[in-house]
């Protein structure tokens, strides 16, 4: 398996635009999970999903966030609109089921809004 | 409700140093303890876990931690620092909230030749 694959690695945007992003699990894999990670507050916990049913979403920091897991091989993060504050880097990772398992991150994107 | 604290989120030794970095766990099960490393510009990966059993784990690149419950402590350790161990390490827990990973805040190991 190629892991976890998140798109695009990198994206500039300007504050306003719309932002997707995109992270593909390991197959069989079912539970997922989006992060943002930044300098001031380090990593934190958006979303968790486990088959494909959004279970805590406590850490998304506004409406202007939503996320999708459409199917169990497919989740999207958007930002609309997005703002400076919202540039980080968001980690997607996933883990099988069963307890003690470790979960497997994406290489992450970086997101700029100017 | 779960939580990690790590003590201290820059650390830095010399080269041939003994690594010591520091994690605290809350949990109201029985928990499920990683330590996980990210190197600049990529993903964290893990270094190890403890799920059951012995309760000193060993990990690759030749670190180890050992869980103490009655410390509520998962303690990670290397002899040996190399300038290649330089990067940010984050210790993460769960069992309280099913699979949901808890951090900390991580912390920074700096490595001087």
């Known amino acids: 398996d190629a892991g976890v694959i998140q798109s695009p690695r990198h994206e500039v945007t300007e504050m306003g635009q719309e932002v997707t992003l995109r992270c593909k699990p390991i197959?069989?894999?079912?539970?997922l999970f989006w992060y943002r990670q930044t300098m001031m507050r380090g990593l934190e916990l958006l979303i968790y999903?486990?088959?494909?049913?959004?279970?805590?979403d406590s850490g998304m920091p506004e409406d202007r966030f939503s996320a999708k897991m459409p199917n169990a091989s497919f989740s999207t993060l958007k930002i609309q609109p997005s703002e400076p504050r919202d540039s980080a880097v968001y980690f997607c990772?996933?883990?099988?089921?069963?307890?003690?398992?470790?979960?497997?991150f994406g290489q992450g994107t970086r997101l700029t809004v100017v | 409700a779960q939580s990690v604290t790590q003590l201290g989120s820059h650390v830095s030794v010399s080269e041939g140093a003994l690594v010591l970095l520091r994690c605290n766990y809350s949990?109201?099960?029985?928990?499920?303890l990683f330590w996980y490393v990210q190197y600049p510009n990529q993903g964290l990966q893990l270094l190890l876990k403890?799920?059951?059993?012995?309760?000193l784990v060993k990990g690759i690149n030749g670190f180890e931690a050992e869980f103490k419950k009655s410390e509520t402590s998962f303690h990670l350790t290397k002899p040996s620092a190399h300038m290649s161990d330089a990067a940010e390490y984050f210790c993460?827990?769960?069992?309280?909230?099913?699979?949901?990973?808890?951090f900390g805040g991580g912390t920074r190991l700096m490595v001087k030749p």
């Open positions: 949990s109201s099960v029985p928990p499920y």
């Open positions: 993460a827990v769960s069992g309280d909230a099913g699979n949901m990973l808890t």
């Open positions: 990772a996933t883990l099988p089921s069963g307890g003690g398992t470790e979960a497997f």
């Open positions: 999903f486990n088959n494909n049913v959004p279970i805590d």
């Open positions: 197959s069989g894999h079912n539970s």
């Open positions: 403890y799920t059951t059993g012995a309760t």
